[in-house]
């Protein structure tokens, strides 16, 4: 069985940091990242690492967050710095064999609040 725990979300103030983490059990896949999705918005791709080391992000979010992960422990991290209000969404993890689409494996999200 596949099961994805994420932890990390919160409230914090603009400019603040949070570190997101996600750790996968049940399975291996070579790309482990982040997509979030803001009320009325369209779910998108934040961050993703394949198992080479290669990433991707979103426009939006590049020299602000870092993403990584450890394949020891099969866990992704998401590391967010100068946060924005426009950062507020939930975050989703998601695990799967392709760097630009979406896997079929899904957190249930945590809450990224970032407000005065």
């Known amino acids: 069985q596949v099961q994805l725990v994420e932890s990390g979300g919160g409230l914090v103030q603009p400019g603040g940091s949070l570190r997101l983490s996600c750790s996968a059990s049940?399975?291996?896949?070579?790309?482990m990242g982040w997509y979030r999705q803001a009320p009325g918005k369209q779910r998108e791709l934040v961050a993703v690492?394949?198992?080479?080391?290669?990433?991707l992000y979103a426009e939006s979010v590049k020299g602000r967050f870092t993403i990584s992960r450890d394949n020891t422990k099969n866990t992704v991290y998401l590391q967010m710095t100068s946060l924005k209000p426009e950062d507020t969404a939930v975050y989703y993890c998601?695990?799967?064999?392709?760097?630009?689409?979406?896997?079929?494996?899904w957190g249930e999200g945590t809450q990224v609040t970032v407000s005065s």
């Open positions: 998601n695990i799967g064999p392709y760097l630009r689409t979406a896997g079929r494996h």
């Open positions: 049940g399975v291996v896949f070579a790309v």
């Open positions: 690492i394949a198992l080479s080391g290669d990433t």
